[in-house]
């Protein structure tokens, strides 16, 4: 097993609350195809009536115990059924079985190809599955499919995921309206923990020489991440050309899934702790800090809306698992304070002064139970 950082652990009854909503998002956002297949829509309003490969990997990562065996892997082969010959990954399919590879409106793509993210989660995905129930089999038929779209991810000679300065495409899908580029850390992050995540995997079903491949891989690229380490600010950078940001959910991630060492994961958050007043908002997270804008876009919209100032919960576990390296109560605090505000307003996409966006959205309360438990039993 992998080597995450501690789970929040907060009282029973709110870890109990934060099951219930998480169920009650589930049960919501569930669509038919016209297959039969149950598709897991990222919301249960109808904004998103698609299976999107990224918030169904957080959906199963973040709450599979909620989540019937078989539907789950349903949904999977749903997916990769749409993959395309050179290793694609659909960003989503919908449920008459159309797959579309690039974000944004079917017939107003976002950038120059589809977004850099989908074959790790796609990945991920696949791994959360076969570990939780235990299926070896089901797990090695799919793998050649995972192979070919881990090949298809634009990289450049050092491993980093890279995008294109003059043909600009999304990265990580949640901010695919966001032009990085150069080498792009989200998603470097996301090919090393997808790698991680098959090679771990792997090696405890005895495929030995694929859990050397993936580990191989992995370790290649990682002393590459660290080009994007500020060592000033103690965070890293959201990509090497535009963009070139304090990126506070990816440096939170990292820190999670021990990319980071343990030396910049203190450092991490410290950051984040002190500049807390400037990207928390009712234990929502922002992208950058406050008074930042991304620099480079690929569709306009207002600023302090959306993925350029909105506040998600998305990150919030992430954010808390770190912070709490250092200061365990303000990390319980942060998960208890988002926990407050579904309570009273319900679950969205992402809030602000202003207002609440796309309700019943699934990855953030998923997110969040990932990232917390029970007190341990003494």
């Not at 669509?31 to 897991?40: E, P, Q, S």
């Not at 294109?164 to 966001?178: A, E, K, V």
């Not at 999670?256 to 400037?278: P, W």
């Amino acid at each position: 097993m992998r080597n995450f950082l501690p789970r929040v652990r907060i009282p029973k009854p709110d870890y109990d609350d934060l099951v219930r909503l998480a169920r009650e998002c589930l049960e919501g956002c569930r669509v038919r195809a016209a297959d039969g297949a149950v598709l897991f829509c990222p919301d249960g309003q109808g904004n998103y009536g698609a299976l999107w490969t990224r918030d169904f990997c957080y959906m199963v990562e973040g709450a599979g115990e909620l989540l019937d065996r078989a539907e789950v892997l349903a949904a999977i082969d749903y997916l990769l059924a749409g993959q395309r010959e050179d290793g694609t990954i659909p960003d989503r399919r919908q449920p008459n079985g159309l797959s579309v590879y690039d974000a944004g409106p079917v017939d107003k793509p976002l950038g120059y190809g589809p977004p850099a993210d989908n074959a790790m989660f796609m990945a991920k995905l696949l791994c959360s599955y076969a570990r939780r129930h235990r299926d070896p089999g089901g797990f090695a038929e799919r793998s050649g499919a995972i192979i070919r779209a881990m090949e298809a991810v634009p990289r450049g000679a050092e491993g980093l995921v890279f995008i294109d300065p003059n043909r600009p495409r999304p990265g990580y899908g949640f901010t695919d309206c966001i032009a990085k580029t150069g080498k792009e850390f989200y998603c470097s992050l996301l090919y090393w923990d997808a790698c991680q995540a098959m090679a771990s995997l792997c090696k405890e079903f005895e495929y030995h020489e694929d859990a050397h491949d993936w580990y191989e891989l992995s370790e290649r690229m990682y002393d590459s991440i660290i080009e994007l380490w500020d060592e000033e600010y103690g965070m890293y950078r959201a990509a090497s050309r535009d963009c070139r940001q304090l990126d506070l959910w990816g440096s939170a991630y990292a820190a999670v899934i021990r990319a980071a060492s343990k030396t910049h994961a203190a450092r991490i958050a410290e950051f984040l702790l002190t500049t807390i007043d400037d990207w928390r908002f009712k234990g929502h997270v922002r992208h950058l800090l406050m008074g930042e804008y991304w620099q480079r876009l690929l569709v306009d919209f207002p600023p302090n809306t959306y993925q350029d100032g909105g506040f998600w919960a998305v990150p919030t576990g992430w954010v808390a698992r770190t912070i709490s390296l250092i200061d365990p109560e303000a990390g319980r605090q942060l998960v208890l304070d988002a926990l407050q505000e579904f309570r009273e307003h319900g679950v969205h996409e992402w809030i602000g002064p202003d207002g609440r966006h796309v309700a019943g959205y699934v990855a953030s309360v998923t997110n969040l139970l990932g990232a917390t438990g029970p007190p341990k039993a003494q």
